[in-house]
């Protein structure tokens, strides 16, 4: 997909007003700039009071597979302003925050069998050790941050030196914001961004358990990121981007936020060829980071699109073996890897 310098200007005007709204607002659970967030109460007895079936079908939501795989895809960026593209964008996060709150308040895993949540509390370790953690990782973040929810390790790609400013985009329990923040030091400062209510609040809670004071976790979709222009170094994201339905807008949001010469240090799923409509359209898929999966040359295309230069994908081979436990018996690793994904917003 190739932007036309149209669709730039259109997200940029749509970023321009949003920025005015979010920037430097620092975020509260419930008063962010979560536009649709439902903030439904949990119930006392840890039950999700709303739960989503493992398998449930696209249209439970009232969409439809074509409309999921066009937003999918980021079609969504030629019809932006249109009612009906922007409710299927809300409905697709919508199953994904109600996917991700069942994961915070069960502490890992969703019980469905499939996908990126599929860890249980007893094998996140060794999940995050496959993934290129060390033990000394593992163990050092408060207990209940690593959610085992990563496919792959930013940090190690990030380069993080003392002082600088880090953005996790859909930051989870804190995993890598914890370890991002041993690396910037007292000096820097790491800022988490995710849009599950329940999610942020696990994070401050193990913020706080670990005694962290240069990070913080803001409540908000990555789409528009509550976060001023120009103000952070080095954008990090772990398993993420897939599960937003309008990817080039989280590019175009990613480019504003960075500095000149500000970097991005991504772990995602990524597609090597085209997936089938049948896990396309599947949303148990969609949620466990599989069905959202852009393709490889997309990404280039919309990072280029907004801006960012130096672009990097690479392919991370060795993760086939975990990913094809997350749906076994299906045909997903013919389609989908883990990647690392890399760029520089250039100028000064
Ligand atoms: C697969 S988990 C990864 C969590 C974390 N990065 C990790 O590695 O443990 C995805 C996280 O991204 C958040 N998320 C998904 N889509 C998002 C969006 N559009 N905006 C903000 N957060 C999002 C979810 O709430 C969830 O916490």
């Not at 979709?221 to 937003?244: G, H, K, Q, Y």
């Amino acid at each position: 997909m190739k932007m036309t310098d149209n669709e730039l200007t259109k997200v940029q005007d749509l970023l321009r007003t949003k920025k005015e709204r979010y920037c430097g607002e620092k975020s509260a659970v419930g008063a962010s700039g979560v536009e649709d967030a439902e903030e439904k109460p949990t119930r006392e007895d840890g039950c999700d009071p709303d739960p989503v079936p493992s398998t449930v079908s696209p249209s439970a939501y009232g969409i439809t597979d074509s409309q999921i795989a066009k937003e999918i895809r980021g079609d969504s960026l030629k019809t932006e302003g249109r009612l009906s593209d922007v409710s299927s964008n809300d409905k697709v996060r919508q199953a994904v925050r109600q996917q991700y709150r069942r994961v915070a308040i069960a502490d890992a895993g969703c019980d469905t069998g499939s996908g990126c949540c599929d860890a249980s509390l007893a094998n996140v370790g060794s999940v995050s050790q496959s993934l290129g953690y060390t033990t000394d990782d593992i163990g050092s973040v408060p207990l209940g941050a690593n959610l085992g929810l990563g496919c792959g390790n930013p940090e190690a790609i990030a380069h993080l030196s003392p002082g600088e400013t880090v953005l996790d985009l859909g930051s989870g329990g804190g995993f890598d914001c914890f370890l991002a923040a041993r690396k910037v030091g007292t000096s820097g400062q790491v800022i988490g961004v995710d849009m599950t209510p329940e999610m942020v609040s696990k994070a401050r809670d193990n913020a706080e358990q670990g005694g962290y004071r240069n990070v913080e976790f803001r409540l908000g979709e990555i789409e528009s990121l509550p976060v001023a222009d120009r103000t952070v170094d080095v954008i990090m994201s772990n398993c993420v981007l897939n599960l937003s339905p309008d990817k080039p807008r989280v590019f175009a949001e990613a480019y504003r936020v960075l500095k000149p010469q500000g970097r991005l240090a991504i772990s995602d799923i990524v597609a090597f060829a085209e997936l089938p409509e049948d896990i396309r359209g599947n949303m148990a898929f969609y949620t466990g980071c599989i069905a959202g999966a852009s393709l490889i040359s997309e990404i280039e295309t919309m990072l280029h699109g907004v801006g960012f230069a130096q672009v990097r994908i690479a392919r991370k081979d060795e993760s086939l073996s975990f990913i094809r436990d997350w749906a076994p018996g299906t045909p997903i690793t013919d389609y989908v890897v883990s990647a690392t994904i890399e760029a520089i917003k250039l100028g000064n």
